[in-house]
């Protein structure tokens, strides 16, 4: 059983940088794919980006191509998501998510394939 503790959401102004991490604890982190995912009020939760269990390959959804950075450190067993240029539809509630072995665009921007999921860390935009 993976467990994933997310932190580093809060208020951010239109146009600035937030860095959130995912720290897990509980099996071999270095087999797991990892993602990022968001959910705004009222709209489904929506993949923003992931890393491969290799580590090597990453991948982003359109909007945060360019702006956002996932990257991973197997020794400290944590996933970061390094977010510039924030814009106020970046509003949301950010969750880390784990699965074992998953690796390619298909796998991992697919929600339903996460095995493990974090409670999620807010964040806010003002514009």
């Known amino acids: 059983q993976v467990k994933l503790v997310e932190s580093g959401g809060g208020l951010v102004q239109d146009g600035g940088s937030l860095r959130l991490s995912c720290a897990a604890s509980?099996?071999?982190?270095?087999?797991?794919?990892l993602g990022w995912f968001r959910q705004a009020p009222g709209k489904e939760r929506e993949f923003v980006a992931a890393?491969?269990?290799?580590?090597?390959?990453?991948y982003y959804t359109d909007f945060v191509k360019g702006r956002f950075t996932i990257s991973r450190v197997n020794a400290k067993n944590t996933v970061y998501l390094q977010m510039n240029s924030v814009k106020p539809e970046d509003t949301a509630v950010y969750f880390c998510?784990?699965?074992?072995?998953?690796?390619?665009?298909?796998?991992?921007?697919?929600?339903?394939?996460?095995?493990?999921w974090g409670v999620g860390t807010q964040v806010t935009v003002s514009s």
């Open positions: 998510a784990a699965v074992q072995y998953c690796s390619g665009y298909a796998c991992l921007s697919a929600r339903d394939q996460y095995s493990f």
């Open positions: 509980g099996g071999s982190f270095s087999t797991y794919g």
């Open positions: 890393i491969a269990w290799t580590g090597g390959s990453t």
